[in-house]
């Protein structure tokens, strides 16, 4: 019953010992899951995995090769998986849907807020020995208009906190409507465009699908109000990077805040500290005054990674035991027995 798992940190150790109850044999490998490092994870009837691993058929090809018999994502995203491969060679993806809206949502917030107030600049002046406050200038978070894109388990958060705890004016779109938001009094609106044109400030909540992908560019960026502030704690490839740069620059956008990046893989969960940045964007955005860029943290709680690591191990153990829960199954393999 040995699992590697992919992408490990100290906290990943830490946290999966510790709430290892049923003695599974876990191999920790300090690299991301890729056709350079994928013979690590030979003999393990498991591979857990982390957002940015790369499943791509290559890798689940050998995998299956070597053994594996399922995949654990340690997340709630699975668009770097081959879920098409998994499924012809019998093998179940499980992730762990829900892990916690809260630190989520909340840290959608307080990217809102440390942008509105600046209290990252304010806090790097006093250090400095300046107690300056000319251009740190905000708003009243109460008097402006938020579009929330996406009304999942992590947006309906959000507008709960926005609507009932500032007492602003929140709309909402999403192709399901959540009836827990409309019974707060949050509006839904028929298209995104009305979220463009309404809102002073947009939080992307929204799962990475051909559909979605880049749907801030510079097309929707026209239609927003001056002055628009922009969230991502949700996939990267939802803005397009050069075009919110260009956003920037005009004046258009206001503030943007992300904690996600389209090609994150690269930097994203490593000390690049000493460096040349060589991602073009990701160097300009970083660079910019108002803009807020976080390396794929938002999920990062106590709670949070207690859940993810719980939920994993508990995958594997419903996996082995022939109970997987359909809520946590992402594809339809064709069979999916356990090693005997």
Request: aromatic share 8%.
């Amino acid at each position: 019953m040995k699992v590697t798992l992919f992408s490990s940190k100290p906290y990943w150790v830490k946290w999966f010992n510790d709430l290892n109850k049923f003695s599974f044999e876990i191999n920790y490998v300090i690299g991301a899951c890729d056709m350079k490092s994928v013979n690590e994870a030979k003999g393990s009837e498991a591979v857990c995995c982390f957002v940015n691993d790369d499943l791509s058929k290559e890798v689940i090809e050998t995998l299956h090769s070597n053994g594996t018999r399922v995949i654990l994502m340690r997340c709630a995203g699975f668009n770097k998986v081959d879920l098409e491969a998994a499924n012809k060679l019998g093998i179940p993806v499980l992730r762990v849907p829900a892990y916690s809206p809260n630190a989520v949502s909340e840290y959608a917030l307080s990217l809102i807020m440390a942008l509105n107030r600046k209290t990252h600049k304010a806090h790097d002046r006093v250090r400095d020995g300046n107690f300056e406050i000319n251009g740190m200038e905000g708003f009243n978070m109460v008097n402006k208009v938020y579009g929330i894109v996406g009304t999942g388990n992590i947006g309906e958060q959000l507008c709960r906190v926005l609507k009932l705890g500032f007492g602003a004016k929140v709309i909402a779109y999403d192709i399901i409507e959540n009836k827990a938001v409309t019974d707060i009094g949050i509006e839904y609106v028929k298209n995104l465009d009305e979220i463009w044109k309404q809102c002073d400030v947009i939080s992307l909540h929204t799962p990475l699908t051909p559909q979605t992908k880049y749907m801030v560019n510079t097309q929707t960026i026209e239609k927003m109000k001056d002055g628009v502030m922009i969230i991502n704690v949700s996939r990267g490839a939802l803005v397009n990077a050069g075009d919110a740069i260009v956003g920037l620059k005009s004046g258009k956008i206001s503030a943007l805040g992300m904690d996600v990046y389209e090609n994150e893989t690269d930097y994203f969960y490593q000390d690049h500290n000493g460096s040349i940045i060589k991602d073009d964007n990701l160097s300009l955005l970083i660079s910019y005054p108002n803009v807020m860029i976080t390396s794929h943290q938002a999920w990062y709680t106590k709670e949070a990674i207690s859940c993810i690591c719980g939920t994993s191990l508990q995958n594997f153990a419903d996996f082995r035991s022939q109970q997987i829960k359909k809520s946590n199954l992402v594809n339809n393999p064709v069979s999916s027995q356990p090693s005997q």
